[in-house]
């Protein structure tokens, strides 16, 4: 099935605990990125990555850093969680990675809800 | 920059009742709009796009149509069910903004039965 997964789904940590939340995709897709959902704020994108070994900066990247060394994988890292990292988590793919204009549909996980006592 | 506006809910209605979340846009050029759907304690599922201006988007007996001219991209449905409660979202993407989708802040539709 084509789909796009999340680890863990649910977390409960500490003020300064590094951790890592997975995202996998078994779609070939080129764009991966990472949203955060917050209630009065929306959506907004962390960091996104066009293809491998190519990631850059979204509307709110600080506190947190990516890697993409493979086409399928594109972990979120934080180095240092604080508490304004509670949040829902949602990673995204899609088949192609271009600046240009797109008509591909962006494929979501089931989100990780995060939370940082 | 490019926004997207949403009514805000909740929306309760009663079974086969018609369904309307008002979606509208702020963007250069012609972006791709989208209507997505949370179900409870699930992701985010693309429910309908439309890449142009006119161009009707259609899934599950759900419609939106790309309105250009009203910067519009209105969600309906003529019969909702139960198994339609969720939230919805409106989402644009537009050139130049790296394939980012810029969203509303999402609709609760809540239907009895």
């Known amino acids: 099935e084509a789909q796009v997964t999340q680890n863990p789904r649910y977390l409960i940590t500490v003020t300064g605990k590094k951790l890592t939340v997975t995202c996998s995709q078994n779609?070939?897709?080129?764009?991966m990125s990472w949203y955060r959902q917050d209630p009065g704020l929306g959506l907004r994108q962390i960091y996104y990555?066009?293809?491998?070994?190519?990631?850059d900066k979204g509307d709110v990247p600080e506190g947190y850093k990516v890697s993409r060394k493979e086409k399928r994988n594109f972990p979120l890292i934080l180095e240092s969680p604080s508490p304004n990292q509670t949040s829902l988590y949602f990673c995204?793919?899609?088949?192609?990675?271009?600046?240009?204009?797109?008509?591909?549909?962006?494929?979501f996980g089931p989100g990780t809800r995060l939370t940082v006592l | 920059g490019d926004s997207v506006t949403q009514m805000e809910g909740p929306v309760t209605l009663s079974e086969e009742a018609f369904l309307t979340i008002n979606c509208t846009y702020t963007?250069?050029?012609?972006?791709?709009l989208f209507w997505y759907v949370q179900y409870p304690g699930e992701g985010l599922q693309l429910l309908l796009k439309?890449?142009?201006a006119d161009d009707k988007g259609s899934n599950k007996g759900f419609e939106a149509t790309y309105r250009k001219e009203t910067t519009s991209f209105h969600l309906e449905k003529g019969s909702v069910q139960v198994s339609d409660s969720a939230v919805y979202f409106c989402?644009?993407?537009?050139?130049?903004?790296?394939?980012?989708?810029?969203w509303g802040l999402g609709t609760s539709l809540a239907v009895n039965p």
């Open positions: 995204a793919s899609s088949p192609r990675g271009s600046r240009r204009p797109s008509t591909d549909t962006q494929y």
């Open positions: 779609m070939n897709h080129e764009y």
């Open positions: 990555s066009m293809n491998v070994e190519v990631t």
């Open positions: 963007a250069t050029g012609y972006p791709s």
């Open positions: 439309a890449t142009k």
């Open positions: 989402a644009l993407e537009n050139a130049g903004n790296n394939r980012k989708l810029i």
